[in-house]
């Protein structure tokens, strides 16, 4: 592609070298630039991509786009930018084409949720004969084709990539979710999208926000910039759902299990198969629980209603659907006790599975709770987690989840804090989680329930920088033939 085209909408203040260059590829990792590339530097909360720029060139990139020119080398193009991070997205998009112009991308974003509603919704499009691409948490798809993901929202270059071979698949849709961190640090720039979705809002990456409130204005952030064309859609439920689109263009409409909305809904009855709902005034069975995942319906509901589905076809389609891997997921022990396995990493979220398992107990069975917290991440979290687990459940194993590069005694110690005395009695600690999940397994009789939360859809563990095998459904099942 020609530089000039690569461009297009790019705000250059100055450059230096060779600009009638034909750019073969566009990357922000040094290491992937090979001959006739342009190397975007970008400065990383981490690594400053300046750093890169003598390999990126030893590579052979034709093009540097960085916000500092030092010892340009003959022969190679620099682009001078304000600020590469905000200009990366575009570039991208120009390269592989403009994607989001060929196909309808709807952006899912929020605390919780995200991930069951753009997976419900990639299913669901599928059903109904489209060809669709999902960018999620557990895994992205191109239409039928499965492809491993480290984020859950990627990098702009790969995003691209990923939307343009959607494209080329022919896919009619894509339903995305949308990370805070993605969001601030404009890996979506340049994308359209023809609706948005707001899930809720509650205390997480604080590690990187710093505050609640700059968490908020990056979720906020993503409806500011939706185009008046496009569509928002958000749950009133949670306190900031009017925040979340007071300032957007798009046209806004609101879902909600407890008020007048746009789409509304109310659970009939509910079991650990799933649940009767009314949705605007109409019957559904679902093979979800709890209210949580009525709120996560509601939005898929809505989201098609808005893309110009027919009602019923959406209703038909949804009672066909099945949960996410790794979210709410019911094993049955051949003892009579019941095994869920959620992602639950947030103390609300903790909250909302804990209450979609009293909702069906009502009362009659105990609840053994299997959680912990992840090593360097926000460490304010870990007491509530704890707190919130208690509060709930007849006794708690806190254990290891991924402790990274922490010692996880440590990061049992940062739970423990939020167990007071009279608690303590119904708290264990054991550090080991596949000991944890064991233990569990043995205290449950019939028709109890034990939450193993936190890793859900996961496979491994990060101890110490090193990824281990490991699967919370694995060792559940293991200990059923004990």
Same mark, same amino acid.
């Given at each position: 592609?020609?530089?000039?085209?690569?461009?297009?909408?790019?705000?250059?203040?100055?450059?230096?070298?060779?600009?009638?260059?034909?750019?073969?590829?566009?990357?922000?990792?040094?290491?992937?630039?090979?001959?006739?590339?342009?190397?975007?530097?970008?400065?990383?909360?981490?690594?400053?991509? #300046?750093? +890169?720029?003598?390999?990126?060139?030893?590579?052979?990139?034709?093009?540097?786009?960085?916000?500092?020119?030092?010892?340009?080398?003959?022969?190679?193009?620099?682009?001078?930018?304000?600020? /590469?991070?905000?200009?990366?997205?575009?570039?991208?998009?120009?390269?592989?084409?403009?994607?989001?112009?060929?196909?309808?991308?709807?952006?899912?974003?929020?605390?919780?949720?995200?991930?069951?509603?753009?997976?419900?919704? +990639?299913?669901?499009?599928?059903?109904?004969? #489209?060809?669709?691409?999902?960018?999620?948490?557990?895994?992205? +798809?191109?239409?039928?084709?499965?492809? &491993?993901?480290?984020?859950?929202?990627?990098?702009?270059?790969?995003?691209?990539?990923?939307?343009?071979?959607?494209?080329?698949?022919?896919?009619?849709?894509?339903?995305?979710?949308?990370?805070?961190?993605?969001?601030?640090?404009?890996?979506?720039?340049?994308?359209?999208?023809?609706?948005?979705?707001?899930?809720?809002?509650?205390?997480? #990456?604080?590690?990187?926000?710093?505050?609640?409130?700059?968490?908020?204005?990056?979720?906020?952030?993503?409806?500011?910039?939706?185009?008046?064309?496009?569509?928002?859609? /958000?749950?009133?439920?949670?306190?900031?759902?009017?925040?979340?689109?007071?300032?957007?263009?798009?046209?806004?409409?609101?879902?909600?299990?407890?008020?007048?909305?746009?789409?509304?809904?109310?659970?009939?009855?509910?079991?650990?198969?799933?649940?009767?709902?009314?949705?605007?005034?109409?019957?559904?069975?679902?093979?979800?629980?709890?209210?949580?995942?009525?709120?996560?319906?509601?939005?898929?509901?809505?989201?098609?209603?808005?893309?110009?589905?027919?009602?019923?076809?959406?209703?038909?389609?949804?009672?066909?659907?099945?949960?996410?891997?790794?979210?709410?997921?019911?094993?049955?022990?051949?003892?009579?006790?019941?095994?869920?396995?959620?992602?639950?990493? /947030?103390?609300?979220?903790?909250?909302?599975?804990?209450?979609?398992?009293?909702?069906?107990?009502?009362?009659?069975?105990?609840?053994?709770?299997?959680?912990?917290?992840?090593?360097?991440?926000?460490?304010?979290?870990?007491?509530?987690?704890?707190?919130?687990?208690?509060?709930?459940?007849?006794?708690?194993?806190?254990?290891?989840?991924?402790?990274?590069?922490?010692?996880?005694?440590?990061?049992?110690?940062?739970?423990?804090?939020?167990?007071?005395?009279?608690?303590?009695?119904?708290?264990?600690?054991?550090?080991?989680?596949?000991?944890?999940?064991?233990?569990?397994?043995?205290? &449950?009789?019939?028709?109890?329930?034990?939450?193993?939360?936190?890793?859900?859809?996961?496979?491994?563990?990060?101890?110490?920088?090193?990824? #281990?095998?490991?699967?919370?459904?694995?060792?559940?099942?293991?200990?059923?033939?004990?």
């Amino acid at each position: 592609m020609k530089l000039q085209q690569l461009l297009n909408g790019v705000s250059i203040l100055d450059h230096k070298g060779n600009m009638d260059i034909d750019v073969k590829g566009v990357n922000i990792d040094s290491r992937k630039v090979g001959k006739g590339d342009m190397f975007i530097a970008v400065k990383g909360t981490a690594v400053d991509g #300046h750093v +890169y720029i003598p390999k990126a060139v030893e590579q052979g990139a034709s093009v540097i786009v960085c916000e500092k020119i030092d010892d340009p080398v003959s022969g190679v193009g620099y682009l001078l930018v304000e600020n /590469t991070e905000q200009i990366v997205g575009q570039i991208a998009t120009n390269f592989y084409g403009n994607p989001t112009e060929k196909l309808k991308l709807v952006g899912v974003t929020g605390t919780n949720g995200k991930t069951t509603i753009a997976t419900v919704l +990639y299913n669901m499009f599928r059903k109904m004969g #489209h060809k669709v691409g999902l960018l999620s948490t557990v895994v992205n +798809y191109i239409d039928g084709e499965a492809v &491993a993901t480290d984020h859950t929202t990627p990098d702009p270059v790969t995003l691209n990539e990923l939307l343009a071979k959607m494209v080329d698949a022919g896919c009619e849709y894509a339903f995305m979710e949308v990370s805070s961190h993605s969001i601030v640090q404009n890996r979506i720039g340049g994308l359209k999208f023809v609706g948005g979705l707001f899930t809720n809002i509650t205390r997480d #990456h604080l590690d990187y926000h710093k505050t609640f409130e700059n968490y908020l204005k990056a979720k906020k952030l993503f409806f500011d910039r939706l185009p008046k064309e496009a569509f928002a859609i /958000t749950n009133i439920d949670d306190k900031n759902g009017l925040v979340m689109t007071q300032n957007t263009q798009a046209t806004v409409k609101t879902y909600s299990v407890q008020n007048a909305a746009d789409f509304k809904a109310k659970i009939i009855e509910c079991h650990f198969d799933g649940m009767l709902l009314e949705i605007n005034g109409k019957e559904v069975n679902v093979q979800f629980i709890g209210r949580f995942n009525v709120s996560n319906l509601l939005a898929v509901y809505g989201a098609a209603v808005m893309l110009g589905k027919d009602v019923d076809d959406v209703l038909i389609a949804l009672s066909a659907m099945k949960p996410v891997n790794g979210r709410f997921e019911a094993l049955r022990s051949p003892k009579g006790f019941t095994a869920i396995v959620d992602y639950a990493h /947030t103390p609300d979220a903790l909250e909302n599975v804990l209450n979609a398992i009293h909702g069906v107990l009502q009362g009659k069975g105990q609840v053994i709770t299997v959680c912990g917290a992840g090593g360097n991440r926000d460490k304010g979290k870990r007491p509530l987690m704890a707190k919130e687990a208690i509060k709930q459940s007849d006794k708690v194993i806190l254990t290891s989840d991924n402790p990274r590069d922490e010692e996880p005694e440590d990061i049992l110690n940062d739970m423990l804090a939020g167990v007071t005395d009279e608690q303590a009695g119904k708290v264990l600690t054991i550090v080991d989680r596949r000991q944890a999940i064991k233990t569990a397994c043995m205290m &449950a009789q019939n028709g109890d329930v034990i939450l193993v939360a936190g890793k859900g859809h996961e496979d491994y563990q990060i101890i110490k920088g090193v990824k #281990h095998h490991f699967d919370d459904k694995e060792e559940i099942r293991k200990c059923f033939t004990i």
